[in-house]
């Protein structure tokens, strides 16, 4: 964009009524924020030595900022308590206690044991993906279960809402589906995730998002099969039945796709999409590919496009605004695959994610610029605390490679979230925003990244990051 595109477009801006004040160093036109949902540093890991037998080679390995960040949620009420009680507190010092433990953590799949104090640290208070996606989205911390809903029992304000009252356009992609804890941050108020119902219809009725894609159709099971008469449950996550009814005959803001076949279509640009607004929603009920049978890699659903392709398809509908957009992109189901320590489709997940990362990129090499977006790749919160095969014996130690196609060994410390600092990798307009704001760590050393790495922000920074690279003043 030119400077005088630039300040014409920022004039437009401050004489609309509801435009917030721009600061004078917006840079960014396009901001893409792609979350691996639970991933620890040795998820990230794992897919690189499976995917290319060593480390540095994913796209992000190059981004300039490369720091960490803590996910920690203001308390662990799945309600709002309206006090300052039971406030979660973080000190990353505490992550690295190598002092032997006795605890053990009862987890869903068995037990645990404790083996150091910083591993019973880093499995206590975690957030859950509600009160992560609410602090990135909107830039406060919350209890868990919280969607852009505040401790104080208030709607917060989420940068969706920002960016669209700045004439740009919105979009969430999800591999899980579209009223999930990650992109119903992106979307949505409630008071709790749960309310798939009120989620869903918040998404489709208010029409916020250019594009929103996911799954959570009801008439598909977890296995991409066609179910013909659905229970009125089956029809949560779009919004309810009512909700369906309506999107489907037409009668919403968006064109509802559903089939591969139009998802390519529009990563192709094969597909009449001016002025329209898209709802994907991919035929499944559950993920894009985890809740297939079995536990391994191999016999994907043939129905389900890949988040890559959502990813394309989301940009050639959001890049027809002239003014610039925001997109969130979530791998959701690395999460679901921790949760069952199961690491073949722990990485099959997160390769998923690393095409789609790639797929972004080349679409700003192609069609914008690093000076014209900033791309933020991150995740919500760790998940299994995985680490190396002797990570009982000495704490941290890392995953073990073996090899191009085969899997890491490993060691798994919890079936669940921790609170453990998790990457962040930035590139574009405004990415030093979390190199200037980052807390030295000099602990992070542990898992052997630069100087300039061991450096942690919160999880908040990526609401601040966001709206100060496109120069919108937080209210
Ligand atoms: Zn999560």
Redesign the pocket.
Known sequence: MSILTKSLAALALSTALVAPAFAQDGKARNVIVMIT??AGIETFRAASYFRHGALGHEVYDEFDTRVFAATYPLNTSNKPTLTNDGAVTFDPAKLWNATPSDAVFEGALGNYKGYFEGYDYARADFTD?AA?ATALASGHKSYNNAINWSNDDKKLKHVGEYVVESGRALGVISSVQLSH??PAGFLAHNVSRNDYVGIGKEIVDSGLATVVMGTGHPFYDGAGKRVENPDENAFRFIGGPDTWARLSKGETAYTLIETREDFEKLAAENLDAKGQKFLGLAQNIQTLQFNRPGVGMGDRLENSPALAVMAKGALNVLDDNEKGFFLMVEGGAV?WAAHANNLPRLIEEQIEFNEAVEAVVDWVEANSSWDDTLLIVTT??GNGLLQGPNSDKEAYQPIVNQGAGALPLVRWHTDTHTRELIPLYAKGPGADFFTENGKREDGLAIYEVGEDSQLWVDNTDVFRASLNAFGIKAE
Do not use: K, L, R
Request: net charge negative; aromatic share 0%.
């Open positions: 949902d639970g993906s992560a804890a990650t999460d919500d919160h």
